[in-house]
Nanobody, 124 residues
Framework: QVQLAESGGGLVQPGGSLRLSCVFSGDTFGRYAMGWFRQTPGKAREFVASISRGGTVTHYADSKKGRFKISSDNAKNTVYLQMNNLTPEDTAVYYC?????????????????WGQGTQVTVSS
């Protein structure tokens, strides 16, 4: 059974940075594309970024390009989300997700497994 464990959330001031981590276990990491999503109360879960199997291709929601960077470390079975120049509008619970899919795919929906989420709060 695949398990995903996010960490790295917390309170940060506007303009600051955070790096979220997600550790994958329970299967072969290299078979899965990985994604980051976020959700605020009363709103639907929102796609942030995804990375293909092997970390060769990335895809971002338009509004996240330039400020967010997704990366992966196959040796550590971990995917990261580096977030820079954060604003209060980035406040949300951030979720990691895994999708067993073809090489090169960077899905925005249809993920198979989800983590529990990590809270990010941007406030002065």
């Amino acid at each position: 059974q695949v398990q995903l464990a996010e960490s790295g959330g917390g309170l940060v001031q506007p303009g600051g940075s955070l790096r979220l981590s997600c550790v994958f276990s329970g299967d072969t990491f290299g078979r899965y594309a990985m994604g980051w999503f976020r959700q605020t109360p009363g709103k639907a879960r929102e796609f942030v970024a995804s990375i293909s199997r092997g970390g060769t291709v990335t895809h971002y929601a338009d509004s996240k390009k330039g400020r967010f960077k997704i990366s992966s470390d196959n040796a550590k079975n971990t995917v990261y989300l580096q977030m820079n120049n954060l604003t209060p509008e980035d406040t949300a619970v951030y979720y990691c997700a895994a999708d067993w899919t073809v090489s090169g795919a960077t899905p925005t929906t249809g993920y198979d497994y989800w983590g529990q989420g990590t809270q990010v709060t941007v406030s002065s």
